[in-house]
């Protein structure tokens, strides 16, 4: 079987695998896979290809973690795009840790006090910076030349791809408003102004166009020349904030890295824009709790509570010497002898500058066989992001100004998000490659697929199909008042549980929909065996393949 038939093959067996089962084993659905040589794990199985074919010709996992961004950023178009924004936390195969911020940027023209407070369209948009990360990461730690890479992408979008129902579900939700932007409804909806259903092919010859202006002249082409040109002409004379000028002074920049620990792995994640220190925080303050001295309803309760005392921290992230507070150990001592079990004063409380907006974010993990991995997310905040496609380009951008950011965002800052590339190691060899989709869910997924897998001693695909906890946010001063459970059936909390968390005085708030608890691709290597060993949440559209690929 050839390549290309074998991928329409990964699309088709996706789309019928996905209309068939609302929520299914991991197994169930292509979603765990092994090998001793290397692993790609995403959101869709089209992505999850391209990046397996990169490592099958040779390349690392930087070249496959660019063609599986690339990729999703064409067949999945709601969660992401190179519009938007991008971390990437990549670990050398010599053992050495870099972070890539490829967050959208708040534009110098922008003022927050004047603007409008718009949820979508031309006035929220930012400077986009997914296409420079993803840049950045191949020309700086790919070994393939960028044509291989870019290929799959175009492809999809020159060839079409089948819509996935979740897709579908989310392309129809936004309809209404995809179709005040002439660039987006020409893109996104039928001549007769429908949305497109599940299985229907999708060709985005626009989208074709701008990745290969971007494949001939590299992010110069993206951020200098005529596709620079065509953003900043439409955006500009739609009531928008993005210039020339500052797309051409965007860069993705360094990020800072943040360490910690939790019961002897070490945890290695990324601080401010992303939520990497609140997630080592959160860790830390659990490790004040042995598990065994709880039942699974007090354990949720204490990581609910957990993660309350450590988000709002993520509004005073920023230095140095606010990330070293926010991941120590002293600190997080502090914060656990505030958590309470039964409730007594009131769930804990704080305040922070983010809006818990459910965002529609897209993760991939990828290793290779010398050890190379790369955990990137990458996303346009809510579905469709902001609802807008200039004319010709095909992509959508990101929500980033407007109701989006909260007050204290300033022109040249980078909006913060929950999003969380996390690697657990041990001994300074990888254990977990972790990230997720989810806003502000995305923290309490790492963290807890992180705990199920060292608390619980489960593996990785028994972690992603525990149940979850989510801290209850109410009002806009970010007040913790309760838990959200994930009652998924199959893979939820059971009414004991609920109730039993009821009885200590929580509000409980049960939520029923796969995968509105963060949608977490992750990889574990097995030292026993020696494997990597793939698994995409089963809440997600996603798929783990291995390398070489097996029948």
């Known amino acids: 079987m050839n390549r290309m038939n074998l991928r329409r093959l990964v699309g088709a067996l996706a789309v019928l695998l996905c209309a068939t089962h609302t929520v299914a084993t991991a197994q169930d659905r292509h979603q765990v896979a092994e090998s001793p040589n290397g692993m790609v794990v995403t959101a869709h199985p089209l992505a999850t290809y391209a990046g397996q074919q990169m490592l099958e010709q040779g390349g690392n996992a930087a070249d496959a973690a660019t063609a599986a961004a690339f990729a999703v950023a064409v067949v999945r178009p709601s969660m992401n795009s190179i519009g938007g924004r991008n971390q990437i936390l990549v670990r050398l195969a010599s053992g050495e840790i870099h972070g890539i911020d490829g967050t959208t940027q708040v534009p110098l023209t922008y003022d927050p006090a004047t ?60 309809a209404e408003r995809i179709a005040e932007s002439n660039g987006a409804r020409d893109v ?81 994640a990324m601080d401010v824009p992303a939520s990497g220190a609140i997630a080592i925080q959160s860790l830390q303050i659990m490790e004040n709790f042995e598990r065994s001295e709880y039942t699974a309803a007090e354990w949720a309760t204490l990581t609910a509570q957990a993660l309350a005392l450590a988000i709002p921290d993520l509004a005073r992230l920023g230095s140095d010497s606010a990330a070293h507070r926010a991941t120590s150990k002293d600190w997080a001592a502090q914060q656990a002898a505030r958590v309470q079990l039964p ?27 010398e050890g190379m991995i790369v955990s990137l997310t990458q996303t346009i905040g809510p579905a469709m992001g902001s609802k807008v496609v200039t004319p010709g380009l095909g992509f959508l951008y990101a929500v980033t100004l407007g109701g989006y950011l909260s007050a204290g965002q300033s022109p040249g800052a980078r909006a913060r998000s929950g999003i969380t590339p996390l690697l657990v190691l041990r001994d300074g060899e990888p254990v977990l490659v972790l990230g997720a989709a989810g806003g502000l869910h995305i923290i309490s997924s790492v963290v807890q697929a992180t705990m199920r897998f060292v608390d619980d001693d489960m593996t990785l695909a028994e972690a992603l199909a ?85 029948p």
């Open 115 to 174: 603007a409008p407070r718009a949820s979508y369209g031309y006035a929220t948009i930012g400077t986009p910076g997914a296409l420079a990360g993803l840049m950045r990461l191949h020309g700086e730690h790919g070994s393939l030349p960028l044509e291989t890479v870019m290929s799959p992408a175009l492809d999809y979008a020159e060839n079409g791809f089948r819509l996935l129902p979740g897709q579908a579900r989310f392309h129809s939700s936004s």
């Open 188 to 268: 996104y909806l039928k001549d007769d102004g429908t949305p497109y259903g599940a299985g229907d092919l999708l060709r985005h010859q626009d989208m074709a166009g701008t990745l290969r202006k971007i494949l001939e002249g590299g992010a110069d082409a993206f951020y200098h020349g005529e596709i620079a040109e065509a953003m900043a002409r439409d955006i500009e004379a739609n009531g928008g904030f993005v210039t020339k000028d500052a797309l051409a002074a965007y860069e993705a920049v360094d990020a800072r890295i943040v360490r910690g620990s939790y019961r002897g792995y070490e945890l290695v």
């Open 343 to 369: 409730v007594t004063t009131g769930a804990p409380s704080g305040s922070m500058m983010l809006e818990d907006h459910e965002s529609f974010t897209t993760h991939l993990s990828v290793a290779d066989d």
């Open 466 to 550: 525990a149940p979850r906890v989510h801290p209850v946010i109410a009002g806009e001063d970010f007040t913790f008042s309760g838990v959200q459970m994930q009652t998924v059936p199959g893979i939820g909390w059971t009414k004991g549980q609920t109730d039993a968390v009821r009885a200590m005085g929580w509000e409980v708030r049960e939520a029923t929909r796969p995968g509105s608890f963060g949608r977490v691709q992750g990889i574990w290597w097995d030292a026993t065996r020696n494997v990597w060993i793939g698994v995409s949440d089963p809440g997600s559209e996603g798929t783990a393949l291995g390398s070489p690929l097996t």
